[in-house]
């Protein structure tokens, strides 16, 4: 931290950081566009060599187990199904039962696809319709998801449609997560489309200037592609979601557009207060660098906390947040300061307000949420309205700060009805082709597609051994049928005996209810004379459940911890750090509460446009808490910044409360309205937990904005008062050697004066300085 001091100084000199993103502007801007060009071709396909899974723990039993059969016993476990419907022909007719065996034997001939079985080869009662008018060919199509993918987009265009009586479709597994990869990608095209032009118009409304409306854009662009690339290059390492380019989008263009708002804005206050172009690039770097800098860190620790889970569906959102965020404050700090050295007061040029200006009568100055009229300072009479708001919520803290809080316990009131599951076929929209495949299965097919559990049994046995086995697991609660055993190699009468051998249960009730989850533990627990391990979807869903819930303390613990040092580090205050995390927290609820009433519930899933399952994917909630968590914390550590930094010119901690309010409340409820249009338009995608996650963080981003920075901070200040920024002894002196303040350097004793908020005691600053 040290380092940031000498780099950022005190004062009006230049510092070596100033010096170094100044010195040669146009040079600057040319390498980062030859790093942004080069970024577009590395990160060029990067959506390719993605997957769509990543839901289940790698080191779990049901994925070990999962990983044997399909080595041991591949036609047991097939991802690709086609759907053959004959019409009012019926699948016994000669003419379909030939026509579908060539069908099969022509699957089964493609390179790369494995034991493709039929209704037509086995007379399976389990794939045929319960109609008799459709039947199923299923496939096991080899290699990783990637390669896989590669076979199926080559296969698909041949057995797809119309084949003599025959009409088939694809589904499966396979085809599932291909359509879905897919999908995501053509909804995140659309949401970029969508996001762009809106985002820009209401930079214009924010800043006037379309000069200053088109920096924050061209950062978030940056930050975009720069995260692309290094995505590409983590994919040459391990697995990456297809999902988190989802929240490359929304971070790059939410957190640029964030660090950027606030950068340029301080930069015209110090121009309007009279500074030239270098000055004032300085002293914004001083103080609203520091910040940016902090925000950064603050959210990128809540982003890597997702590295402690296995499933590489919540790591892929760390390594593409962390990637993003870092990019974003880059750019923010290196690039944006050399635009603004070269633009100086050109950054209010192209002010499109004029027009509006020029309807009003003579005089009339058209004011926005940042500008005023030329010459004014930057929101002056917006700021004034946020001042009188916190001298509002000051004047009356314990009524804001009861019902406040209240209110947002009550809106996260239903998530203590959530239910957990895994996410399937439903989460695409009900006309994709592989959903309509699995509907078809799950109305028309007897039995429980997909439901059944797997118990694999390895090591020598007699068959004896697996017939008692299977005599006791049928004899168990919630057990509505055993299916096998099937072995490897067929144990001869006594003395024979079989290295690998598997039973299918199915379980009464809901694939992934409560019965069946409770099946899971009684099979694992029920002793047998030979290993066993059980698989299917509700012991995935126990798996994942178990090591979400082991490693969540560490990553809430790492959250925790580091936001509350870093905050300290900016405030020197013991009580600011834990007052952030609580109001963070509680920020929180309502998003949390939206989903369960929304997408577990289904209220609005008509209007929205998705298929409640009736519980939420397991690791939706980790992920949603881990980025609006981080998002909270860059807009605490806005408001909080220029808190302190009035506390520490004047020690008025009221007047500083009211002076941070208003000179960042319009700038937050700005970037919250920005982000929150980002995470919509995300919002809009026909995949469900992508809907999920973009209106869900929406939601938290502006209650945290509209309510809780603007009405529980401001009371909970007033209620700590002077206590606010106490700190004992020595933590005292280790922030006066490695904390910042915006006001630059170290930061040092407020001079004595009275305090408006305290009477005639010393500054209540001063005070915590000196133990009291």
């Not at 060009?37 to 590395?42: E, S």
């Not at 025959?166 to 997560?177: D, F």
């Not at 989850?517 to 627990?525: I, S, T, Y």
């Amino acid at each position: 931290m040290s380092e940031v001091k000498k780099a950022l100084p005190a004062g009006g000199a230049p510092g070596g950081w100033t010096r170094f993103v100044t010195a040669r502007p146009r040079l600057s801007l040319l390498v980062a566009l030859v790093l942004t060009a080069l970024a577009v071709f590395a990160g060029s396909g990067v959506a390719d060599r993605m997957g769509s899974g990543g839901w289940e723990d790698p080191d779990a039993e049901s994925t070990y187990a999962l990983d044997v059969l399909q080595r041991e016993f591949p036609a047991s476990q097939p991802n690709l199904l086609l759907l053959v419907d004959t019409g009012r022909a019926g699948v016994d007719a000669p003419g379909v039962a030939a026509e579908a065996r060539r069908l099969a034997a022509r699957l089964d001939a493609v390179d790369g696809i494995d034991a493709a079985g039929s209704y037509w080869g086995t007379g399976s009662p389990a794939l045929r319709s319960e109609d008799g008018r459709r039947g199923l060919i299923a496939a096991r199509v080899e290699g990783d998801e990637k390669s896989a993918g590669e076979i199926l987009e080559r296969v698909a265009p041949e057995f797809r449609g119309a084949h003599g009586p025959l009409q088939v479709s694809l589904g499966g597994p396979l085809a599932v997560r291909h359509e879905m990869q897919t999908t995501i990608q053509e909804d995140l095209l659309r949401a970029e489309l969508i996001a762009l032009p809106v985002t820009l118009v209401l930079l214009v409304m924010v800043f006037g200037s379309a000069v200053a409306a088109l920096l924050p854009l061209g950062i978030g662009i940056v930050a975009i592609l720069g995260a692309n690339a290094v995505l590409r290059g983590i994919t040459e390492l391990t697995d990456v979601s297809v999902f988190a380019q989802n929240l490359t989008t929304a971070l790059g263009l939410g957190l640029a557009i964030d660090y950027a708002l606030f950068v340029v804005r301080r930069f015209r206050e110090e121009l309007a207060s009279g500074a030239d172009t270098r000055t004032a690039v300085g002293a914004t770097l001083r103080t609203a660098g520091r910040t940016v800098l902090f925000s950064a860190l603050t959210v990128a620790v809540s982003l890597a906390a997702m590295l402690v889970f296995p499933q590489y569906f919540l790591r892929s959102f760390a390594y593409a947040g962390i990637a993003v965020v870092l990019l974003a404050a880059a750019a923010a700090l290196i690039l944006l300061p050399a635009a603004l050295v070269l633009l100086g007061d050109r950054v209010n040029a192209l002010d499109l307000r004029r027009l509006l200006r020029r309807r009003k009568a003579a005089g009339a100055a058209g004011d926005g949420i940042d500008g005023s009229a030329a010459g004014a300072t930057p929101g002056a009479a917006e700021g004034a309205a946020w001042a009188r708001t916190a001298g509002l919520v000051m004047r009356r803290a314990p009524w804001f700060a009861v019902v406040t809080a209240t209110g947002l316990v009550l809106l996260g009131l239903p998530f203590l009805g959530v239910r957990f599951g895994t996410a399937d076929d439903r989460q695409l929209p009900t006309s994709a082709e592989s959903r309509v495949v699995q509907d078809r299965i799950r109305d028309d097919f007897p039995g429980s597609p997909g439901g059944a559990l797997t118990v694999l049994a390895e090591g020598p046995a007699t068959a004896a051994q697996y017939a008692d086995y299977r005599a006791r697991i049928s004899a168990l609660d919630g057990v509505a049928r055993v299916e096998g055993p099937a072995t490897a190699t067929t144990p001869a009468t006594g003395a024979g005996t079989a290295r690998h051998a598997f039973y299918t249960v199915v379980p009464e009730g809901e694939s992934f209810g409560t019965g069946a989850q409770d099946l899971v533990g009684e099979l694992r627990a029920e002793r047998a004379p030979f290993d066993t391990s059980v698989t299917g979807a509700a012991a995935i869903l126990v798996d994942s459940k178990s090591a979400i819930g082991e490693r969540l303390p560490w990553a809430a613990a790492i959250i925790a911890l580091v936001t509350l040092l870093l905050v300290f580090l900016l405030t020197g205050s013991v009580l600011i750090p834990l007052q952030a995390v609580l109001l963070n927290a509680l920020s929180l609820t309502a998003m949390f509460g939206a989903v369960v009433w929304v997408f577990q519930d289904g209220h609005l899933s008509g209007l929205l446009g998705f298929t409640s399952t009736g519980d939420i994917e397991t690791t939706l909630p980790v992920l949603m808490f881990c980025v609006a968590f981080g998002l909270s914390m860059d807009y605490g550590v806005f408001l909080l910044s220029r808190i302190k930094e009035e506390y520490d010119t004047t020690g008025d901690h009221e007047g500083a409360v009211r002076h941070g309010l208003a000179r960042t409340g319009g700038l937050i409820t700005a970037a919250a309205v920005i982000l929150a249009v980002v995470m919509v338009a995300i919002g809009t995608s026909r995949v469900t937990n992508t809907k999920m996650l973009g209106l869900g963080v929406a939601l938290a981003v502006l209650m945290d904005a509209m309510v809780v920075r603007s009405l529980l901070v401001p009371a909970v200040m007033k209620l700590t008062g002077r206590l606010t920024w106490w700190a004992p002894g020595p933590l005292r002196r280790f922030h006066d050697r490695f904390g910042v303040s915006e006001s630059g350097g170290t930061p040092a004793a407020a001079p004595p004066h009275e305090d408006r908020s305290e009477g005639g005691r010393e500054s209540p600053r001063e005070e915590a300085r000196q133990g009291v």
